[in-house]
């Protein structure tokens, strides 16, 4: 059985009450980090050990130990700053998040000691014998967020003012060192993910982009270009897909459109092993630039994270059969849209509500694929 499954997930899980309260007594500093972290560790047994019961092939640490799926890891490290702001650049469509901004204070660069390395060790000691998937932020996010949501107010540092290729190749070289330092502690099995791609599909944005001078298809081909680099050194067993996202805070959005516009640079050229695409909604169009994807698996975002309300297992069936027009059937897997808590806020449903979007994922591949 191959990365990705034919039931997948993209990462994040509902927060447990107990896991939010320690946090909030941790912020008011009534408990220490000590006791914080023992709280997230029984948390992310517990949900592992749901993970396995609802027969999930590869498990995650869902983001407990996160506020935000990108910035907790972007900000620590080596020479990136993060900053506090009243709004984000992007606008969620409702609830809003509280806003924030990344900088560069020096050469970015993977620290030895980055955190997320001791999160995805604990979960590979309590995964045993079952798969372990690690979610990170793609390197897009952090020029995406540092540069170009943020270039009414961008400062390059010395190293990069006028010098964008020597950003590039750090961020190349930060990624890359992350890469190979997951691998060393056993992760086979890593995910970027991406709301980059999903913003370069939404018209409004790319004018309100091209009214500040930014190409957003240029752009969007450096992206790429510095994921296949980091990709060029990435063992072979190690399987790395992408998720692209449109946004998802407390079941709101900020970005609408059809991959048709990100198809040619992204789905045609991007060496990654594996996409997992949002595809619960109109805003995602339809399949057809499905067709410039090579041999990569594509993972249908086909079951909504954002609402309790179930989806007809027919009709997703015949979704993945329209699917199959552009992609072959065991080239499809199918997932929900998003993970059910980008924040640790949470997606405005109940753990229960969660755990039956993943039991119809999973009966749904199970009755179109015999591998699954």
């Given at each position: ?86 709004n984000w650049s992007v606008e969620f469509k409702g609830k809003k998040p509280k806003g ?41 996010m952090l020029h995406l967020i540092a540069c170009v949501r943020s270039i009414d107010t ?219």
């Amino acid at each position: 059985m191959s990365r990705p499954y034919r039931y997948d997930i993209v990462g994040s899980f509902l927060r447990p009450q107990e896991l939010k309260e320690a946090r909030s007594k941790f912020a008011n500093g009534e408990i220490s980090k000590d006791e914080l972290t023992a709280v997230e560790n029984a948390c992310i047994k517990d949900l592992v050990e749901k993970e396995k019961k609802a027969g999930l092939h590869a498990v995650t640490d869902g983001e407990f130990r996160r506020r935000m799926w990108h910035l907790d890891f972007l900000e620590e490290l080596d020479g990136v700053q993060k900053v506090d702001q009243q709004n984000w650049s992007v606008e969620f469509k409702g609830k809003k998040p509280k806003g924030a901004t990344l900088t560069f204070t020096d050469k970015v660069h993977f620290p030895a000691d980055h955190p997320f390395l001791s999160h995805y060790k604990y979960l590979k000691e309590i995964a045993g014998d079952t798969d372990t998937k690690m979610t990170i932020p793609s390197p897009s996010m952090l020029h995406l967020i540092a540069c170009v949501r943020s270039i009414d107010t961008y400062q390059p540092i010395p190293r990069y003012d006028g010098r964008e290729d020597v950003l590039f190749d750090d961020i190349v070289e930060t990624y890359t060192d992350a890469v190979l330092a997951f691998y060393k502690l056993g992760c086979r099995y890593l995910q970027f993910d991406d709301t980059s791609w999903g913003e370069f599909c939404d018209t409004e944005k790319r004018e309100n982009y091209a009214k500040k001078g930014i190409d957003v298809d240029e752009v969007g081909r450096h992206y790429v270009d510095v994921i296949n680099r980091i990709l060029e050194k990435k063992p072979a067993d190690m399987t790395i897909t992408m998720h692209i996202c449109r946004g998802n805070f407390r079941s709101t959005w900020f970005s609408s459109g059809g991959y048709d516009r990100v198809a040619d640079i992204l789905f045609a050229n991007c060496k990654v092993n594996g996409f997992f695409l949002e595809y619960d909604s109109d805003r995602a169009g339809d399949f057809k630039p499905l067709a410039k994807i090579k041999d990569q698996y594509v993972v249908l975002g086909l079951v909504t994270s954002k609402f309790p309300e179930l989806e007809d297992k027919e009709a997703v069936k015949k979704r993945i059969q329209e699917a199959t027009q552009y992609v072959p059937l065991d080239h499809l897997c199918v997932s929900t849209q998003c993970g059910f808590s980008s924040t640790e806020e949470g997606n405005v449903l109940t753990e229960e509500e969660q755990w039956n979007k993943i039991r119809l994922v999973k009966e749904i591949a199970e009755s179109v694929w015999k591998d699954a």
